[in-house]
Structures are given as structure tokens and as C-alpha cells.
């Protein structure tokens, strides 16, 4: 059973930064893409970043080019949404996903997905 598991969110003030994580359990960590995608209040989930099995290739969604990194340990099974100048906008669920793949970009298949973890940031 393919698990997944965020953790991380929580309340930050604007221009702050927060760290997300996601844990992957019961598939091949290393060999697959993984993603980050975002659900605000009314508003369709949408592709946030997105990093290869090797780390070498990311992508990133317009609005947190610059702000977010998406590193990934392939020891610890783990994939990290790093977010630093956070502004009000940024605030949703998060979650990670495993692509279908080596690679994760924004139009791409995603298999397992977390159960999220939210993020605000008060305007």
C-alpha cells in the first residue's frame, strides 16, 4: 500500500517561510517524479512544483517561481516544498502526489497523492 504523508503546514505570517514534507512509503521512492500541488477555498487544485527521480529537473508554477524549491532525499524517501516570502495568496491545502513517472511536470500523471496539509498566511 502506497502511502504518502505531509506535514509542515501550519499558520505564517506574510513574507514569512515554512517548510513542507512528504514522506513516501510502500513504492520505489527514488525512481519516480514528485509533485506539489495546492487547493485554495473555492479555487480548482492546481500544479505548484514538480521534481524529477534524480532532483536534477524541477518545474515551477508562475506564481512561486523565485519563492519555492522542491528538493527531494531519496535516503529518507522524502520530498520537501520549501517556501520562504509567503504572501497571503499562497494560502491552501498542499499536497504532494508521485508521479506516474520519472518526472513530475505540471501536465503530467500523478498516481498517489497525500492527504494535504494547510497552509495559511493572513492578510
Known amino acids: 500500500q502506497v502511502q504518502l504523508v505531509e506535514s509542515g503546514g501550519g499558520l505564517v505570517q506574510a513574507g514569512g517561510s515554512l517548510r513542507l514534507s512528504c514522506t513516501v512509503s510502500g513504492r520505489t521512492f527514488s525512481v519516480y517524479g514528485m509533485g506539489w500541488f495546492r487547493q485554495a477555498p473555492g479555487k480548482e487544485r492546481e500544479f505548484v512544483a514538480g521534481?524529477?527521480?534524480?532532483?536534477?529537473?524541477?518545474s515551477y508554477s508562475d506564481s512561486v517561481k523565485g519563492r519555492f524549491t522542491v528538493p527531494r532525499d531519496n535516503a529518507k524517501n522524502t520530498v520537501y516544498l520549501q517556501m520562504k516570502s509567503l504572501e497571503p495568496e499562497d494560502t491552501a491545502v498542499y499536497y504532494c502526489a508521485m508521479s506516474r513517472g520519472a518526472r513530475a511536470p505540471a501536465d503530467g500523471s500523478f498516481d498517489y497523492w497525500g492527504q494535504g496539509t494547510q497552509v495559511t498566511v493572513p492578510s
Open positions: 521534481i524529477s527521480w534524480t532532483g536534477t529537473v524541477t
